[in-house]
Every structure is written in structure tokens, then in C-alpha cells.
């Protein structure tokens, strides 16, 4: 058979496969009667409502130079890895906003980075298409740099993201420019399986994001610029389980639904749609319009732990916290004080989903907790809420209004006086933070006749601690 006779028969073929994917397309559309907001509606359930002053930016981490691409939150919620196109990976402590290490990286183009299950480790890749390992726990050379543990050099493009198999600081995934994915031992250096490439139900474009599911680690699913996203079985390397249509943009982003049945993604088409992983089809689409009649591009998601909400940044800066269940945005932390100036690249939840974390072009990152509300009322002029190592009680401050105990709900100290020499002002780092306060914590041992507002001079010398 000639050439011009199999490039003859691989056109007719392309067009069959695009006809019968386009029937097929029609025959679920008529089969999906309903979505996930429709069913929502039907059974009356309303949306989450947040006031604006429900979700408070508590932390901005500032000391990245350049623009900030990825992040990553240890298991035990308090450390932070951002990688940055200054070329370095800074390790930040949530509570305190300390940087504790400094890595500088062997290339400046930084894509992707990922603490280990054990936080013992962060792994980081970009342009030069090596996923590095660095050991925390490594000494410094002469130079004060902590050495390179690991290189895993395979990939023949750029690598675009990169994630620890839950449990397993030896194994790592990595989605890369060459339209692959691959299983690493981190031990050893050595590639385990190659997800893609050669085999035809593998991407046909860069694969961008991935996403390994928290409640079986055998799956994994990546997003591509193909426009689709594909479902990984890593004991079944030679074909996708599952490839998964509706986006009309590149997929920037995927990320598993909290239950492991449902996965969502985002896409320069500038909406998420959330898929369920058994039946292949997409359960929903969440779309915002900004004003001038355009989707912003979606660059990132994070589900809270019940999955009901969906943190989403775009390209225009915003970060939306969209409602799952009734497909409506609950609040933009975008309009928000003290909000990110940049398109948002990156964000991710604390393990126990107190604390959101994004990462943006303006070089920073924020860090954003609830204000929670105590019987319903909410001290004025805020300072912060924290909980004590001892009984466990929560305190809220606020300049004028009281203190709130909340484990009694309700205005306990009403402030009425000075300070008296029976309020005590301690680092932050001795309370054990929710996320939700300004570095300083007050350590109250007080009769209640003696508890008393703040003065302007004294709330500002406050601050100066932080």
C-alpha cells in the first residue's frame, strides 16, 4: 500500500471517529436529563451565601522575587512549598509566616513543586525538563545551598506539574510537555511506567496538570491541551482507562473530588466541569462571564473537604468560591481587601481545610481562613481567633465590641476599661493557630471587670508585632 493510500485511509478514518464521537455526544446529551444544579433546584436546596467579611486574607507571604507558579501544603496543614521564577522553592511556615528554607533551584523556569507525604522532602520541575528532589534534612554546602538529593531525568519536555503518591515519599507522578505521564522511583531515579507517548489513547498534545486520587492511589487523572482529560489505572500503563470530552480550550487543571468517584478541571474555555469518573459523564459546568462578555482562563481548583465548594483563580486575578452543588459563586476573594493584584496561578487547601493558599503573578501569596461567627454576632474592628494549647477554648478580640468565648457562643467579657496588667501578650507561635488570626495572640487571665477595649495607639503597636 502506497503512502498516499494510508494517508487517504487515515483521513477517512479521523472523520468515522469524529462522527461516531459526535453521535455519541448527542445520545448522552439525551440520556443526561438533568445536572448536578437542576436536581439541586428540584429538591429545593439553596446556595451557600458568605457576607464579605466571612473569609479574611490572614497571612501574605512575601519574599519571592519573581512570579509564584505552583504550591504545595504539607499533610500536616503548617508548612507551605511555593516555587517561583526567581529560581528558587521557599518552604514557609503558615503560622508564623517564616521562611525556613531557601532552595535554589538548577533552572530558574519552575513549573511545579510537591511536598513528600512525610513533608521530608520537595520535588520541583519546569523547562529543563527534570524533576528535582531535595532532602530537608540534608546539611548545606559550603555556600549555605542545600544539595540536590535526586534527579529524574526521562521526560523529553517540559514538566508541568508533579504530586507524591499518597503514603509513599518513593513514589512520585509527573505530567510533562512531551505528552506523557510517569510513575518515578524516587529511590532508585528510574521511570516505573510511562503513561501516553506511543500508545494511541494516550494525549495527543502537552499534558498539563495531574491529579492522583486520595482514596484508591492506583488512579490517577490528567488534564491536556488536547482539550481533554484522561483517567490513569498506574497497574495498566498501556492505556487511558478513560477519556473524558466538553472542554474547548486546553484543560490547565484537574483535581480529584474529595470522595474519589468525581474529578474536576479547569480550562482555558474559562469554565471547571466536574465528571464522574464511573460513567464518563460530566456532571456540571461552572461558568462566570466577567463584563466584557469573555470567560476568564482558569488556571487552578481546590475542593473544600466535603467537596461543596470549589476555589477556582483565573487569569484576571479573581478566585471565585463556587457552590458545587447549585453551580452559583458563593463569593470572589478577588474583590476582597488586600486581595492578589495578578492573575492567579496556583492554590491549594490546608490538609484539614481551614486555610486556602494562592499564589499569584504579583510575586506573593495569601493565605485566607474564616472569620467565624460566635451566636450569630461578630466582634468589631477584628483581631483574630485562636484556640490554647490547654482546654482548648477559642477566643475572638475585637477593638470595641468584647471578648467572645466560644465555647460558651456569647459575649463573655465585655470591654469596658483599660488594660489591666492581667492581659499578657505572647508570639503567635505559642497558640496553636486556626489560620484565621494576625500573628499576635493575647493570653487572657482576667476578672471580668477588668477587661477593656483598645486605644488606637495601643491596637497599632499591636500590628507592629506581627
Known sequence: MSVAELKERHVSATATVNSLRDRLKEKRILLLDTDVAGYARSIGRTAVSFGPTDLVCCRTLQGHTGKVYSLDWTAEKNRIVSASQDGRLIVWNALTSQKTHALKLP????????????????????????????????????????????????????????????????????????????????????????????????????VLSV?????????????????????????????????????????????????????????????????????????????????????????????????????????????????????KVALNLGSLHDSHEQRVTCLGLSADGSALCTGSWDKNLKITGVLRKLNGRRPTGYLGIWRTQKGGVMFAVGISSGVYDSSEAECRLPMSHRWSSNIQLHPFHSMESKFCAPAVTIKLSVKPQTVCSLSEREYNAILKMQ
Open 107 to 206: 533552572c530558574a523556569w519552575v513549573m511545579a513543586c510537591a511536598f513528600s507525604p512525610s513533608g521530608q522532602s520537595v520535588a520541583s520541575g519546569g523547562l529543563d525538563s527534570v524533576c528535582t528532589i531535595f532532602n530537608l534534612n540534608s546539611p548545606v554546602d559550603k555556600d549555605g545551598n542545600l544539595p540536590v538529593s535526586r534527579m529524574l531525568s526521562g521526560h523529553k519536555g517540559y514538566i508541568s506539574s508533579c504530586q507524591y503518591v499518597p503514603g509513599q515519599d518513593t513514589r512520585l507522578i509527573t505530567s510533562s510537555g512531551d505528552q506523557t505521564c510517569v510513575l518515578w522511583d524516587v529511590t532508585t531515579g528510574q521511570r516505573i511506567s510511562v503513561f501516553g507517548g506511543e500508545f494511541p489513547s494516550g494525549h495527543t498534545a502537552d
Open 211 to 327: 491529579s492522583i486520587n486520595g482514596t484508591n492511589s492506583n488512579m490517577f487523572v490528567s488534564g491536556s491541551c488536547d482539550a481533554t482529560a484522561r483517567l490513569w489505572d498506574t497497574r495498566i500503563a498501556s492505556r487511558a482507562v478513560r477519556t473524558f470530552h466538553g472542554h474547548e480550550g486546553d484543560v490547565n487543571t484537574v483535581k480529584f473530588f474529595p470522595d474519589g468517584l468525581r474529578f474536576g478541571t479547569g480550562s482555558d474555555d474559562g469554565t471547571c466541569r466536574l465528571f464522574d469518573m464511573r460513567t464518563g459523564h460530566q456532571l456540571q459546568v461552572y461558568g462566570q462571564l466577567c463584563g466584557d462578555g469573555d470567560f476568564p482562563i482558569v488556571t487552578s481548583i481546590a475542593f473544600s473537604i466535603s467537596g461543596r465548594l470549589m476555589f477556582v483563580g483565573y487569569s484576571n486575578g479573581d478566585c471565585f468560591v463556587w457552590d458545587t452543588l447549585v453551580a
